[in-house]
């Protein structure tokens, strides 16, 4: 804004260009430090923008030079200007901006970031159909219904992106129920233990990016992702359970970061040709795991396995039951696989494997592999 302006006393037919400027950015931090200041020019400018659409508008302010009445009179504004894209940064010691509710139901907005000192106070469902991305980045909430509230009120939101305070109390159960969202990521700083967490409902995700550190309680997922390609997830070992782990079981790239889980039963679908990945981080994230199911539904050769470099704690002091439904002997991935966990599971009791038609030959084969005959039950059903 300030080149466009200081360009146009060059020529006649620049005067007018700043008016017509798409992207504009505002920041309390390049203005004078009179109070009251900063929110005349940008009005100034809103009230003299000719383009017919506002393409985007970042305002960076601090409520103690322009106030929060000030601060939506310019959002107000803006949105007066059809803006697609609203970005608003708000610095403040103590109080927070809350977001006006008359400005949840505009029409045209695609894109809405909000950032720190912003409250989202809303006891009814809102209307923001456009909307296909929000940034909810260290907001504070009045409560629970007001993130229910803010994300059914999205039916077409695409992309969400959450970044909390753990010592954030204000909500318990931050529940994410968006059947439309296709990409989620969620951040959790450092902080106190706190009796709250998250509920996921997005049967629609392809892309999870999940980092929770200390201070939650637990974290749901309702629906299994069917349709999840890429997840990356680093976490506490006292939320993760079966019930996350359960919800990957589409995914084809797949990033963990999770310290030994307490796992003692795990039950893993194979649909996807990559699933063998999934298998060897969980192997070597749970060291106590005593039941292991795997599930054929693939029925056709995935990608070759590679074997963890170590063997897992589960495997040599832990394992005991172990159970392969739809197991295709014929396949050598999944014989690799099996004679793996047979020839390293010590404590194994019973292993029994679910197969059309096996040889004979291989039946001896995975006999053979067995550590203690004598101590396990091995069944080919």
Same mark, same amino acid.
Request: net charge positive; proline share 3%.
């Given at each position: ?23 504009? +950015? ?10 009251? %200041?900063? !929110? ?7 009230? !003299?923008?000719?383009?017919?659409? $506002? ?25 007066? $200007?059809?803006?697609l894209k609203l970005v608003l940064e708000v610095q403040s010691i103590g109080q927070d901006f809350i977001f006006p509710r008359s400005?949840? @139901? ?45 994300? !059914? ?7 969400? &992106? ?7 109390? %204000?909500?318990?159960?931050? %529940? ?19 009796? =709250?967490?998250? #509920? ?15 201070? $939650?309680?637990?974290?749901?997922? *309702? ?5 999840? *390609?890429?997840? @990356? ?13 359960? &919800? ?10 999770? &310290? ?5 039963? $795990? ?8 699933? =063998?990945?999934?298998? @060897? &981080? ?20 995935? #990608?070759?396995?590679?074997?963890? +470099? ?9 394992? *005991? ?6 197991? @295709? ?11 793996y966990i047979l020839g390293n599971a010590n404590r194994l009791k019973r292993a029994t494997f679910y197969s059309k038609r096996i ?13 203690? %005959? ?8």
């Amino acid at each position: 804004m300030k080149d466009a302006i200081a360009t146009s006393v060059l020529s006649k037919q620049w005067q007018s260009l700043w008016k017509k400027m798409h992207e504009l +950015k505002f920041d309390y931090r390049d203005h004078n430090l009179t109070r009251g %200041t900063f !929110s005349k020019d940008v009005c100034t400018c809103l009230l !003299s923008h000719k383009a017919p659409v $506002l393409q985007s508008l970042h305002l960076n302010v601090h409520l103690d030079r322009c106030n929060p009445e000030d601060t939506g009179i310019l959002i107000g504004v803006a949105f007066g $200007l059809h803006v697609l894209k609203l970005v608003l940064e708000v610095q403040s010691i103590g109080q927070d901006f809350i977001f006006p509710r008359s400005l949840y @139901t505009f029409k045209t907005l695609e894109i809405l970031k909000l950032k720190c000192k912003v409250l989202i106070d809303l006891p009814s469902q809102l209307c923001l159909k456009s909307l296909r991305t929000l940034h909810l980045h260290y907001v504070d909430y009045k409560d629970d219904e007001s993130v229910v509230n803010l994300l !059914s009120g999205c039916p077409n939101l695409r992309t969400l &992106s959450v970044h909390r305070h753990a010592i954030s109390y %204000t909500v318990n159960t931050f %529940t994410i129920a968006v059947p439309s969202l296709q990409k989620l990521s969620i951040y959790n700083s450092h902080g106190g233990d706190q009796n =709250w967490g998250y #509920v996921i409902n997005a049967p629609s995700l392809k892309y999870l990016k999940i980092k929770l550190f200390s201070g $939650l309680g637990f974290f749901l997922i *309702e629906n299994v992702m069917t349709d999840l *390609e890429e997840a @990356t997830i680093v976490i506490v070992p006292k939320i993760i359970d079966e019930n996350i782990l359960g &919800s990957l079981t589409s995914v084809t790239r797949l990033s963990l970061k999770i &310290s030994p889980l307490a796992l003692v039963s $795990l039950e893993l679908h194979e649909n996807k040709e990559t699933w =063998w990945n999934l298998l @060897t &981080s969980m192997l070597d994230i749970s060291p106590k795991l005593q039941v292991l199911k795997l599930i054929n539904q693939l029925g056709k050769a995935s #990608v070759k396995w590679n074997q963890p +470099k170590n063997v897992p704690e589960c495997l040599l002091f832990h394992l *005991e039951i172990f159970m392969w439904k739809g197991y @295709t002997w014929q396949r050598a991935d999944e014989k690799e696989v099996a004679r793996y966990i047979l020839g390293n599971a010590n404590r194994l009791k019973r292993a029994t494997f679910y197969s059309k038609r096996i040889s004979h030959e291989d039946e001896e084969d995975l006999k053979n592999v067995v550590r203690d %005959t004598s101590s396990c039950q091995l069944l080919f059903k």
